[in-house]
């Protein structure tokens, strides 16, 4: 039987690294591919204490059936969550998600209509790309630098096409690494308010900093630009900080768009695991997170160093990138000086031989692919590890 599948299915493609990772059976070989967090990282016991006591507390709540919008004591610790990170929010104003990504899902069902235009940074996040093109956007992408988006150039996108959103990950972003100033994020507030612009702004990594804390969110930030607040909407997620597996993010944006949203999630999930967010939500009320943090990114940032000392000396003038100040990646481009590749996909097959993998550039841009570019992240390999798989990278030139 020939089945006729949904003709959205032709503007989308398997994720280029989920496709990688079948490569990554070879025994030995040294993964900077994913983009996943350190499970050594993970606080098992107070994760498994906060279970614990979502079922001796109330486990009618926590294994029930629960509101779409998200468990209430849940949302309470994330609305309390985000006023540490300098936002006044009520637990009113956010929705709780089967992780950040949902949250663009949802964004994607209650936004895009096919042939809106939307603009993306380039490079960005694939999932996003696979998931607003799954509903029929068109993409536009805006060039962005060492310190991301360019906002001169944004502006122009913005008036040119008139988008139905900006999509940007202004903090540490993936795969960029990138960190948006002050100044730019000004800049951005400015424009949503001059062009009535939506901006999403996508902050997985923001409490994944080295050493000074990044500039507050453009969320954060929106109380100083008056009429920006009701342009953002904010996704955030638990997944690099606590655990993947509980799958719990949050979306805070205006009442119209969460109503919206939560309807659309009524259809897809009922709501996120009860469970899930029970547990979520004792681990908040308990005090533990800034201490995870500080573990974090005490360990991240000892791997970064030892990943830009190793790139500086293994490759030498063949690579050129900006040192990360959080986050989970490097963000990397071939020069070719001294007759060396200029091709990351060339050099991901060579890397691959040498018992190293990383992820080509090219699938992060919505469109004018950059082949010189590259994606390493140092979040799952000690010092040593990284040392070695740097070595061996420079090997694979």
Same mark, same amino acid.
């Given at each position: 039987?020939?089945?006729?599948?949904?003709?959205?299915?032709?503007?989308?493609?398997?994720?280029?690294?989920?496709?990688?990772?079948?490569?990554?059976?070879?025994?030995?070989?040294?993964?900077?591919?994913?983009?996943?967090?350190?499970?050594?990282?993970?606080?098992?016991?107070?994760?498994?204490?906060?279970?614990?006591?979502?079922?001796?507390?109330?486990?009618?709540?926590?294994?029930?059936?629960?509101?779409?919008?998200?468990?209430?004591?849940?949302?309470?610790?994330?609305?309390?969550?985000?006023?540490?990170?300098?936002?006044?929010?009520?637990?009113?104003?956010?929705?709780?998600?089967?992780?950040?990504?949902?949250?663009?899902?949802?964004?994607?069902?209650?936004?895009? %209509?096919?042939?809106?235009?939307?603009?993306?940074?380039?490079?960005?996040?694939?999932?996003?790309?696979?998931?607003?093109?799954?509903?029929?956007?068109?993409?536009?992408?805006?060039?962005?630098?060492?310190?991301?988006?360019?906002?001169?150039?944004?502006?122009?996108?913005?008036?040119?096409?008139?988008?139905?959103?900006?999509?940007?990950?202004?903090?540490?972003?993936?795969?960029?690494?990138?960190?948006? %100033?002050?100044?730019?994020?000004?800049?951005?507030?400015?424009?949503?308010?001059?062009?009535?612009?939506?901006?999403?702004?996508?902050?997985?990594?923001?409490?994944?900093?080295?050493?000074?804390?990044?500039?507050?969110?453009?969320?954060?930030?929106?109380?100083?630009?008056?009429? %920006?607040?009701?342009?953002?909407?904010?996704?955030?997620?638990?997944?690099?900080?606590?655990?993947?597996?509980?799958?719990?993010?949050?979306?805070?944006?205006?009442?119209?768009?969460?109503?919206?949203?939560?309807?659309?999630?009524?259809? %897809?999930?009922?709501?996120?695991?009860?469970?899930?967010?029970?547990?979520?939500?004792?681990?908040?009320?308990?005090?533990?997170?800034?201490?995870?943090?500080?573990?974090?990114?005490?360990?991240?940032?000892?791997?970064?160093?030892?990943?830009?000392?190793?790139?500086?000396?293994?490759?030498?003038?063949?690579?050129?990138?900006?040192?990360?100040?959080?986050?989970?990646?490097?963000?990397?481009?071939?020069?070719?000086?001294?007759?060396?590749?200029?091709?990351?996909?060339?050099?991901?097959?060579?890397?691959?031989?040498?018992?190293?993998?990383?992820?080509?550039?090219?699938?992060?841009?919505?469109?004018?692919?950059?082949?010189?570019?590259?994606?390493?992240?140092?979040?799952?390999?000690?010092?040593?590890?990284?040392?070695?798989?740097?070595?061996?990278?420079?090997?694979?030139?």
């Amino acid at each position: 039987m020939s089945l006729q599948f949904a003709t959205r299915l032709n503007n989308v493609e398997t994720s280029a690294i989920r496709e990688l990772f079948k490569l990554l059976g070879k025994p030995g070989i040294i993964s900077f591919a994913g983009g996943f967090p350190d499970p050594a990282m993970f606080d098992v016991k107070g994760i498994q204490e906060a279970s614990g006591k979502a079922l001796a507390e109330d486990p009618g709540a926590a294994l029930q059936y629960g509101a779409t919008e998200g468990f209430g004591p849940l949302r309470d610790q994330l609305a309390s969550f985000m006023g540490t990170k300098g936002v006044t929010l009520t637990a009113n104003e956010l929705i709780v998600t089967t992780g950040s990504q949902q949250a663009l899902d949802l964004l994607g069902k209650t936004m895009i %209509s096919p042939g809106d235009k939307v603009i993306v940074e380039g490079p960005t996040f694939l999932a996003t790309i696979q998931c607003f093109r799954l509903y029929g956007a068109e993409l536009i992408s805006a060039p962005c630098d060492g310190h991301g988006v360019k906002t001169d150039e944004l502006e122009k996108l913005i008036a040119e096409h008139k988008p139905k959103f900006v999509y940007l990950i202004p903090t540490f972003g993936n795969p960029s690494g990138a960190l948006l %100033s002050l100044e730019r994020r000004k800049k951005v507030l400015e424009m949503a308010v001059k062009y009535n612009t939506l901006i999403v702004e996508d902050d997985p990594y923001g409490d994944l900093y080295f050493n000074e804390p990044p500039p507050p969110s453009l969320l954060a930030l929106s109380s100083g630009v008056p009429g %920006s607040r009701d342009l953002i909407a904010y996704c955030g997620s638990l997944s690099k900080v606590l655990s993947p597996g509980l799958r719990v993010g949050w979306m805070a944006a205006q009442p119209e768009l969460l109503a919206k949203a939560t309807m659309c999630k009524q259809f %897809s999930d009922a709501h996120t695991s009860t469970f899930a967010q029970a547990t979520a939500a004792q681990y908040l009320k308990a005090g533990r997170m800034p201490a995870t943090l500080a573990n974090v990114r005490k360990t991240y940032a000892e791997r970064a160093k030892a990943m830009g000392e190793a790139l500086t000396r293994e490759l030498g003038e063949a690579v050129e990138f900006t040192q990360p100040q959080g986050g989970l990646f490097f963000w990397a481009r071939l020069t070719g000086k001294g007759g060396k590749l200029k091709d990351a996909g060339e050099f991901a097959k060579r890397a691959i031989e040498q018992g190293v993998a990383f992820v080509p550039g090219a699938p992060f841009y919505a469109a004018h692919p950059d082949v010189a570019t590259f994606r390493l992240s140092f979040a799952t390999a000690g010092v040593d590890k990284i040392l070695e798989g740097v070595g061996r990278l420079g090997k694979a030139l």
